[in-house]
């Protein structure tokens, strides 16, 4: 973009989104009224740096680490997206960051227009589960599902049960252009041919036996909206060739019928399987899973993003309803990033829930937690105990040790963190970078 900047804020007044104009040293000369209502009013006659007020850093985001937009749009030269959290009124909340370089005639950078989209990141489920967290893994998911909302192409989610693949469906539908219609859900799971027939295609009265009456499917419930077929690798090979059709064209028949129907849907897959392993098995069509794997996306692990472990935690516990808001202290927060999850989201879930209901008050404590955690890991025939003190220090890697350490201190100073670093023989600063790097 070619333009001299006589006025700035002419250039943001067309801008809907909010917005705002940057120099090359970082410094907001001029925000826009969409960016002053979502974010506030700025002084601009102190100069203020985007960094400060975005993300409260004193210093550019590349150096802070974070993926700095206006760096990659030096680089570039062209228009950038990086999906960031920011400072608001409201809290820590997902921005998607467009960042346009501004050219003068001669063709030099001069400035930059940045753009703000908010992006929901907390998607309320059936199930009183939310997306949480901001680690980099997880921060790469969100990335990748604000970009492909918007379009129709086919979304294939990978990971281990448990990962949250369901509730990111979720986003994507609401993120999206159909989000006035529904999101159906089919488990392929399980489903004899006939079953599987009859719940996607629906089927006329006396189709088969029990067919009683005459049921809409839910290919025909998912028109206008998102289909979401979770599992779909387990999905029998002889109805692939069905669902392949219906993917194409977007026509099938009910089962007993001879008329055919339409339907215009998005699709979303979810498996945990390892699908291209199941194509060069035989078991899943080469067609098929070029047709649903255009935009694939890996769900981490709960433990390849310990870090957004209390954050998940606390929205479990936040969605257990307003009279009932646990609290899990410092402690036990430790105790539950420490320990291996190999359910995922939805071991640690129903891990809360039982905490929830043995426990006598609403703040649960580094005891119960490391009891349960203990119980949890005889039944799996696993035998270091976290709560246990004469458990051998060689169960734990010098990391976890640490963070049982400080998080013990911190409990028992009933989190007085000077009172902690006066303890642990540390100044009240190392305190804080070692916490800062325990929790990373």
Same mark, same amino acid.
């Given at each position: 973009?070619?333009? #001299?900047?006589?006025?700035?804020?002419?250039?943001?007044?067309?801008?809907?989104?909010?917005?705002?104009?940057?120099?090359?040293?970082?410094?907001?000369?001029?925000?826009?009224?969409?960016?002053?209502?979502?974010?506030?009013?700025?002084?601009?006659?102190?100069?203020?740096?985007?960094?400060?007020?975005?993300?409260?850093?004193?210093?550019?985001?590349?150096?802070?680490?974070?993926?700095?937009?206006?760096?990659?749009?030096?680089?570039?030269?062209?228009?950038?997206?990086?999906?960031?959290?920011?400072?608001?009124?409201?809290? $820590?909340?997902?921005?998607?960051?467009?960042?346009?370089?501004?050219?003068?005639?001669?063709?030099?950078?001069?400035?930059?227009?940045?753009?703000?989209?908010?992006?929901?990141?907390?998607?309320?489920?059936?199930?009183?589960?939310?997306?949480?967290?901001?680690?980099?893994?997880?921060?790469?998911?969100?990335?990748?599902? #604000?970009?492909?909302?918007?379009?129709?192409?086919?979304?294939?989610?990978?990971?281990?049960?448990? #990962?949250?693949?369901?509730?990111?469906?979720?986003?994507?539908?609401?993120?999206?252009? $159909?989000?006035?219609?529904?999101?159906?859900?089919?488990?392929?799971?399980?489903?004899?041919?006939?079953?599987?027939?009859?719940?996607?295609?629906?089927? #006329?009265?006396?189709?088969?036996?029990?067919?009683?009456?005459?049921?809409?499917?839910?290919?025909?419930?998912?028109?206008?909206?998102?289909?979401?077929?979770?599992?779909?690798?387990?999905?029998?090979?002889?109805?692939?060739?069905?669902?392949?059709?219906?993917?194409?064209?977007?026509?099938?028949?009910?089962?007993?019928?001879?008329?055919?129907?339409?339907?215009?849907?998005?699709?979303?897959?979810?498996?945990?399987?390892?699908?291209?392993?199941?194509?060069?098995?035989?078991?899943?069509?080469?067609?098929?899973?070029?047709?649903?794997?255009?935009?694939?996306?890996?769900?981490?692990?709960?433990?390849?993003?310990?870090?957004?472990?209390?954050?998940?935690?606390?929205?479990?516990?936040?969605?257990?309803?307003?009279?009932?808001?646990?609290?899990?202290?410092?402690?036990?927060?430790?105790?539950?990033?420490?320990?291996?999850?190999?359910?995922?989201?939805?071991?640690?879930?129903?891990?809360?829930?039982?905490?929830?209901?043995?426990?006598?008050?609403?703040?649960?404590?580094?005891?119960?937690?490391? $009891?349960?955690?203990?119980?949890?890991?005889?039944?799996?025939?696993?035998?270091?105990?976290?709560?246990?003190?004469?458990?051998?220090?060689?169960?734990?890697?010098?990391?976890?040790?640490?963070?049982?350490?400080?998080?013990?201190?911190?409990?028992?100073?009933?989190?007085?963190?000077?009172?902690?670093?006066?303890?642990?023989?540390?100044?009240?600063?190392?305190?804080?970078?070692?916490?800062?790097?325990?929790?990373?």
């Amino acid at each position: 973009m070619k333009t #001299t900047l006589n006025n700035p804020k002419d250039l943001l007044d067309v801008i809907e989104l909010p917005a705002i104009i940057v120099s090359k040293d970082y410094e907001i000369e001029a925000t826009n009224a969409a960016y002053e209502s979502a974010f506030g009013r700025l002084d601009l006659a102190s100069v203020p740096k985007c960094y400060a007020i975005s993300h409260g850093y004193d210093k550019p985001c590349d150096q802070s680490g974070e993926d700095c937009p206006m760096r990659l749009a030096k680089t570039s030269g062209h228009k950038t997206r990086v999906l960031h959290v920011h400072h608001t009124p409201r809290g $820590r909340e997902y921005v998607d960051v467009e960042m346009t370089p501004i050219r003068d005639e001669s063709g030099s950078v001069t400035h930059f227009i940045e753009v703000l989209k908010p992006v929901e990141n907390k998607v309320t489920t059936h199930q009183p589960v939310k997306v949480a967290g901001s680690d980099p893994a997880f921060r790469n998911v969100l990335s990748q599902v #604000t970009r492909v909302a918007d379009s129709d192409i086919a979304v294939l989610l990978l990971g281990e049960s448990g #990962t949250g693949k369901e509730v990111i469906a979720q986003s994507i539908h609401q993120q999206s252009r $159909r989000n006035k219609r529904p999101m159906v859900t089919l488990e392929c799971s399980g489903l004899t041919e006939t079953l599987f027939e009859s719940e996607l295609f629906g089927h #006329t009265k006396g189709a088969f036996t029990g067919a009683n009456f005459e049921r809409q499917g839910l290919a025909s419930a998912a028109d206008g909206g998102t289909l979401f077929l979770d599992e779909v690798g387990d999905i029998p090979l002889s109805l692939q060739v069905k669902l392949l059709r219906l993917i194409e064209t977007g026509s099938y028949r009910p089962i007993g019928s001879s008329e055919p129907k339409h339907t215009d849907f998005r699709l979303i897959c979810a498996t945990h399987h390892d699908l291209w392993r199941r194509v060069q098995d035989g078991t899943f069509r080469l067609d098929l899973y070029y047709r649903i794997n255009v935009f694939p996306i890996n769900m981490p692990r709960l433990i390849d993003r310990r870090s957004d472990i209390p954050v998940i935690a606390d929205t479990i516990l936040e969605s257990l309803g307003p009279g009932n808001r646990y609290h899990l202290t410092q402690a036990a927060q430790g105790l539950l990033q420490q320990a291996d999850w190999p359910g995922n989201i939805r071991e640690l879930r129903n891990f809360l829930l039982r905490a929830s209901v043995l426990n006598d008050g609403n703040v649960l404590a580094h005891d119960l937690i490391g $009891r349960l955690l203990d119980e949890r890991m005889a039944a799996m025939g696993r035998g270091a105990k976290l709560s246990d003190p004469s458990t051998k220090l060689t169960h734990y890697s010098l990391i976890e040790l640490e963070r049982r350490y400080f998080a013990e201190l911190l409990e028992e100073h009933q989190g007085d963190k000077m009172a902690t670093a006066k303890k642990a023989g540390i100044s009240l600063r190392t305190l804080y970078r070692k916490l800062e790097g325990l929790s990373a």
